[in-house]
């Protein structure tokens, strides 16, 4: 029993009571642990502890669950338990006080939590702590899915992306779009032959990817632009750093509402925003608040539904949120600075003028609140800008103001308020632009312009009251200098016929600048079941336009699109006017394993032209050269070593690898990490493997190779026959036959027959050794090259006393 300060403490523990505590044998760790505490307080209870304290050493308990022990001080009415269980435990007490006793800390049970129970069972040697849920340590989940992408090679690599196209002289061209990477670090251009102009260089750059930053630097060609409604652009040719968000493709950049609850027992929290299941997480009993929930932009009714472990489903919370992706979300920044000499053309440009500046900067400051700024200048402009974004209850709104200073023209002001409000149901967006005469912008020309827009005014409203049908109307009002007006105001009714049809209504007016017209058009969209065919359509399409001019036309059109792996498709239509006039335009493509190959049919105003595209790339990578279709991605090289074996993405097939056991994918997304992998059915059973999926990311501009462990099986098996000096031969029984190799020894047990089994042991002649309790013999594995599946079967391998075997 339990004794006094003043007398020896009882720290042995039965067996038994042991099992009735803790349900049965205590884990090792478990038992050094209440060892260590009986021996620590064994030897400090007398002199630290005070008269009428009573030393126990139990199983703690909180909430039911036991994860250790603990020792317990028990003072008068107080249960004093040691801090270091209570943490263990995942108990909260640091903002508790402490006593010391021994060279131990004790707290006060009660003044865990309020309304916490301590429950003490001499006769279990437990000690019971029952906390409220809401009183438990908070368990914050943050949602955001991430899959991690392994390690892959990413060697110097190149690409070449080509079209031609060749028909009249006229149309003749060529098109070149290549690129050399390693890694984050890549060198891009583009190149366009005509026959008038001959070969022109078009833009080219060197790109500096630093995905831990999710920066992106670039030296050479780069359009500078801006976020906002009133700053301008320009083709430089300089430097430049911007944020790269795609680079971390799980990244949610607007602002993302939390759900907190509090679970009285063990369950899984789903949550469901507009009916949909967006996340679902087991949760412990306590508080929880679940971050990054992933709700869509526009309004979302969230709800929170907990189910325990018998199934039974239970409301928790619901909520209506509304998000938007103009804002950033709190504590993100996206920004881009360039430099450089504005270019006159893509093509054939040169790079005149002073050098221009532009650079802007957006942070996120709170859920609802986004602010930025902007500059722009050249040497005869200067413009700096103000914006925010601010999220209302419904809806969020844009405010940009700007000024400007250019040489002659003098100052300039803008300014830039738009609303939004994105719904299932209903949307809503209206905004205006005005500016000044005199206002400038990079890239505007610094002389007064004739027709300079001054006031642009524009809205939208989109109704879905059912699911199908939509209805979109619009307008839109422009005012330039000198007087000049234009409106516009269109109406558009979308209706879903079954599942496979759908019927479109439209109109719109225009009016200002010496226009006034009505045109209006109704088309028939339907798409077809192609699965039993290989040629037939898989859409139909027909459109009656008109005006109200009395001029009309009537549109057919068929099509069958071109597969994403080898394969072909079409593309027919047919148009008829009211005045007589008929036009026709066809394409057949076929994509085949190493190039895309088109050709294209018109006829128009009597005229008839034919005309052939051929496109393609070319890859250099891992000391091999490809011809593929044209590349719009990023790749990757399969390298198994194995010919014949299908490879997969994403658990689709995309081919099988090439006599040198390698394989080509392109259409990789680069950042995120798919999952490239090998079908085990196509392994041959003679071979061995490791893990077959792998999560790659490719780079933006290069490619990367993917490496599958597969190697052949060299497996032995037989069955050790000892002959002794006298001529008899017994079976070796339950010793172990050792092997010598390269590598190291080999070694295999013996069974009650003699049998053995190596895994890998290559072909050849391999002395063994054979021990066993009678002695050690020698002998000889003779293991044949092509052993069948991989496994050679050596039958009985006679062993001699001494000897070197046969």
């Known amino acids: 029993m339990p004794q006094r300060a003043g007398d020896h403490v009882a720290v042995c523990r039965s067996q038994a009571r042991s099992q009735r505590a803790g349900g049965g044998r205590q884990p090792p760790m478990r038992r050094l642990r209440a060892a260590t505490l009986a021996l620590a307080l064994a030897s400090s209870a007398m002199v630290r502890a005070q008269d009428g304290d009573e030393i126990l050493l139990l199983d703690l308990c909180v909430n039911g669950n036991c994860p250790g022990v603990a020792a317990v001080v028990l003072r008068e009415d107080r249960v004093l338990i040691e801090t270091e269980a209570l943490r263990a435990a995942g108990v909260d007490i640091d903002a508790l006080p402490t006593l010391t006793i021994g060279e131990r800390l004790f707290v006060d049970a009660k003044a865990i939590n309020h309304g916490t129970r301590v429950r003490l069972d001499r006769d279990a040697l437990r000690v019971d702590i029952d906390i409220a849920a809401e009183n438990l340590p908070l368990q914050a989940v943050n949602l955001r899915t991430r899959r991690p992408a392994d390690s892959v090679q990413l060697p110097l690599t190149a690409f070449v992306n080509y079209a031609a196209t060749l028909g009249k002289a006229a149309e003749r061209n060529a098109f070149l779009d290549g690129g050399v990477g390693k890694g984050s670090l890549a060198l891009r251009s583009t190149a366009l032959w005509q026959r008038t102009g001959g070969w022109q260089r078009g833009l080219s750059r060197f790109e500096f990817d630093r995905s831990n930053a999710l920066q992106r630097w670039t030296l050479g060609d780069q359009f500078a632009v801006t976020p906002d409604a009133l700053g301008g652009g320009a083709l430089l040719g300089g430097i430049g750093v911007e ?73 928790l919370s619901a909520a209506r949120f509304y998000t938007t992706t103009t804002l950033l979300a709190p504590g993100l920044s996206d920004y881009g600075l360039r430099l450089g000499l504005p270019r006159t053309q893509a093509f054939a440009g040169s790079y005149n003028g002073d050098p221009a500046l532009q650079g802007f900067y957006r942070r996120g400051v709170a859920k609802r609140l986004t602010l930025g700024g902007r500059i722009e200048a050249d040497a005869q402009l200067r413009n ?48 205006q632009r005005q500016f000044t005469a005199n206002y400038r912008n990079l890239g505007q020309d610094a002389a007064p312009i004739l027709a300079q827009l001054r006031l642009d005014r524009f809205g939208a409203l989109s109704l879905a009251p059912g699911l199908n049908y939509s209805v979109l109307l619009t307008f839109g009002e422009q005012r330039f200098t000198g007087g000049l007006r234009a409106h516009t105001q269109g109406a558009n009714l979308t209706w879903r016929i079954g599942q496979r049809s759908q019927l479109v209504f439209g109109l719109q007016h225009r009016s200002g600048g010496g226009v006034n017209d009505l045109a209006g058009i109704v088309s028939l969209n339907i798409a077809l079941d192609t699965r039993a065919s290989r040629w037939a359509p898989d859409s139909i399409g027909s459109a009656l336009a008109f005006d109200d001019s009395g001029n009309a036309s009537l549109r057919l059109d068929t099509q069958r699109s071109r597969p994403p792996g080898v394969g072909a498709g079409y593309d027919v239509s047919v148009l008829s006017n009211n005045d007589g006039q008929q036009q026709g335009f066809a394409r057949v493509e076929y994509q085949a394993p190493f190039a895309r190959l088109a050709l294209d049919a ?130 070796a029984r339950f010793g172990r036959i050792t092997v010598p190799t390269a590598i190291g020894p080999l070694q295999s047990r013996l069974g009650g027959s003699g049998a053995f089994w190596f895994d890998d042991l290559l072909p050849g002649r391999h002395p063994g050794t054979v021990t066993t309790d009678s002695g050690t013999a020698h002998c000889m594995l003779e293991v044949p090259d092509d052993a069948s599946n991989g496994i050679a079967d050596l039958g009985e391998v006679i062993c001699s006393d001494g000897g070197n075997g046969q």
């Open 384 to 431: 700096a800008g103000v914006n925010l974004v601010w999220q209302l209850p419904v809806g969020d709104v844009q405010f940009d103001l700007a000024g400007s200073d250019s040489d002659g023209l003098g100052d300039g002001r803008a300014h830039a308020l738009i609303y939004n409000r994105v719904g299932r149901k209903v949307g809503f967006s209206l905004g």
């Open 602 to 731: 018109e006829q128009r105003s009597g005229e008839r032209n034919l005309r052939g595209i051929i496109s393609g790339g070319v890859v250099a990578i891992g000391g091999r050269t490809y011809a593929s279709p044209p590349l719009d991605s990023g790749f990757a090289l399969v390298r198994t070593g194995l010919a014949d074996l299908v490879v997969q993405r994403e658990n689709l097939d995309v081919g099988r690898t090439d006599a040198h056991g390698d394989l080509l994918v392109r259409e990789m997304l680069p950042f995120f990490p798919s999952q490239v992998g090998i079908e085990q059915q196509s392994i041959p059973l003679a071979y061995r493997f490791g893990t077959l999926e792998h999560a790659v990311a490719v780079p933006r501009n290069a490619g990367a190779i993917v490496g599958f462990d597969i190697s052949p099986m060299h497996a032995a098996r037989g069955r050790v026959v000892l002959q002794h000096g006298d001529g008899q031969t017994q079976a």
């Open 243 to 315: 944020r790269a968000f795609e680079q971390d493709p799980f990244l949610v950049t607007f602002p993302q509402p939390f759900v907190a609850g509090v679970l009285e027992s063990p369950g899984t929290v789903e949550v469901y925003s507009n009916g949909a299941l967006i996340a679902r997480r087991a949760l412990q009993p306590g508080p929880f608040s679940l971050d990054n929930i992933g709700v869509p932009p526009g309004r979302s009714d969230v709800q929170v539904v907990v189910r325990d472990n018998f199934g039974n489903r239970r409301d």
